[in-house]
Nanobody
Framework: QLQLVESGGGLVQPGGSLKLSCVAS????????IAWFRQAPGKEREGVAC????????AYTDSVKGRFTIFTDNAKNTVSLQMNSLKPEDTAVYSC???????????????????WGQGTQVTVSS
């Protein structure tokens, strides 16, 4: 059974950093693209970052470029999201998602990612 479990959320001050991790089980990262989506209260869900192993590509939404980095650890079947210079507008529930696509696109089409973790809350506030 394919499963994604996130960890690492919490409360952080503006300008601070957090690292989210997602452990995958029931499949190996090699055949999938992994992405992080987020949803803030009253806002649309949006794709934040994605990575794929096959082509070694990554993609980011414009608002996080230069601040967030997605990286994979194949040995641990884990995908992480390092978030630096956090802003209050980054506050959201962050979900790790997976899809059996070979190339991750910055369009972050949700239909490409049928597998979702339960989400972890990130709150950026002073």
């Amino acid at each position: 059974q394919l499963q994604l479990v996130e960890s690492g959320g919490g409360l952080v001050q503006p300008g601070g950093s957090l690292k989210l991790s997602c452990v995958a089980s029931g499949f190996t990262l090699d055949d999938y693209a992994i992405a992080w989506f987020r949803q803030a209260p009253g806002k649309e869900r949006e794709g934040v970052a994605c990575a794929d192993i096959n082509y070694g590509t990554t993609a980011y939404t414009d608002s996080v470029k230069g601040r967030f980095t997605i990286f994979t650890d194949n040995a641990k079947n884990t995908v992480s999201l390092q978030m630096n210079s956090l802003k209050p507008e980054d506050t959201a529930v962050y979900s790790c998602v997976a899809g059996k696509i070979s190339y991750c696109s910055p369009s972050f089409a949700t239909y490409e990612y049928p597998y979702w973790g339960q989400g972890t809350q990130v709150t950026v506030s002073s």
